[in-house]
Structure formats: C-alpha cells, structure tokens
C-alpha cells in the first residue's frame, strides 16, 4: 500500500502536529519588529556597550571587568535579540549615582524580559563560566549557620532594594 501524496509531504512528529514553520518560535526579526543586534555595530556603538559592561560588572561584582569579558559581553549584545533599551543612558544614570541593580529589581518585577534584566543576566551568564568567578557562584563548603544569616539579610536587602527600585523606576520613567 502506497502513501498517499499529501500525507508524505508532511514530516512526523510524536504529536501527530505537523512539522514546519511556527511564527510564534520565530525570531521578531522576521515579523518586522525592530530588535537591537539586527544592524550593523559600529566601533562606537561596540565601545559603548563595552562601557556597559564594565558599568554593570562593577555593580554585580565590586570590580573592573576583564576585557574579554567586556568583548564577549558586546558580541552578545550585537548578536543576540535582545529587548531594545530605551532612551536612557546606564553611562549617565551611574554617574548620578542612581542605583542600578534596584532598578533592575522593580523593572523585572513587572516585566522579566525588559531591557536591563536581558543585560545582567548576559553578564552573569559569561562570567559564571570563567574560573576566577567560580567563589562568586558556589558555596564549596557547607555553612548553614552563616548561610542561614546571609539569606536573612539579603532578604532584607531585597525588600529595600524593591521599594527604591520602584520609585526610581517612576522617577526616571522607565516602567
């Protein structure tokens, strides 16, 4: 018995759906949408995103960024299709003293893929695989008591960093 025609055009799949092109999975590239990392960097906008990177490095982590950390984190933003910033300058805002990672906090409360949440994760994700990073993301030895006082305090910390990220967020209109 011969397939039909029409059925051995179709690829199986295990759930019966068949395989082909799935607009919602689709990069928004492709439906017209504007997304940064679509054009062609320029070394100015490159250094400027190195600049980024070494800004949010040294709130994350209290240091300098190494520069290749500063270049991976600038190939990521050019390569990957990120949510647009707004115009807001992280260079000006970390001037003013304005405090970032609470910011950050408010802003991924109500949207978790907004702008600044997609930059610190980028950077978190490239430094957690460099060795020197490696105390900053595992506890090697087990410290309940220590550990348990630590998560009291940055639960805490998390309280207040919510509360001044909010109204940083209306004060500069970025939510």
């Not at 400027?48 to 949010?56: N, P, S, V």
């Not at 982590?61 to 600038?74: C, I, M, N």
């Not at 990672?101 to 930059?119: G, H, V």
Request: proline residues 7%; glycine residues 6%; contains cysteine.
């Amino acid at each position: 018995m011969k397939p039909s025609t029409e059925t051995s055009a179709v690829r199986w799949s295990p759930t019966g759906k068949p395989v082909g092109r799935n607009p919602e999975q689709e990069l928004p590239t492709k439906a017209g949408a504007r997304v940064e990392g679509t054009e062609p960097e320029s070394s100015t906008t490159r250094e400027k995103r190195q600049a980024e990177a070494e800004i949010l490095h040294r709130i994350l982590f209290g240091s300098d960024a190494p520069a290749e950390v500063k270049q991976r984190y600038a190939l990521a933003l050019e390569t990957l299709p990120l949510a647009a910033a707004p115009q807001c300058d992280l260079a000006a805002l970390s001037e003013r003293q304005v405090d970032l990672e609470a910011m950050e906090l408010a802003l991924r409360r109500n949207n978790p893929s907004n702008f600044l949440t997609q930059r610190f994760r980028v950077l978190c994700y490239l430094v957690e695989t460099q060795p020197d990073y490696f105390h900053r993301f595992v506890n090697d030895r087990p410290r309940f008591l220590a550990g348990a006082i630590t998560l009291g305090l940055m639960t805490l910390r998390a309280a207040y960093k919510a509360l001044k990220g909010r109204w940083l967020v209306k004060r500069y209109d970025l939510g």
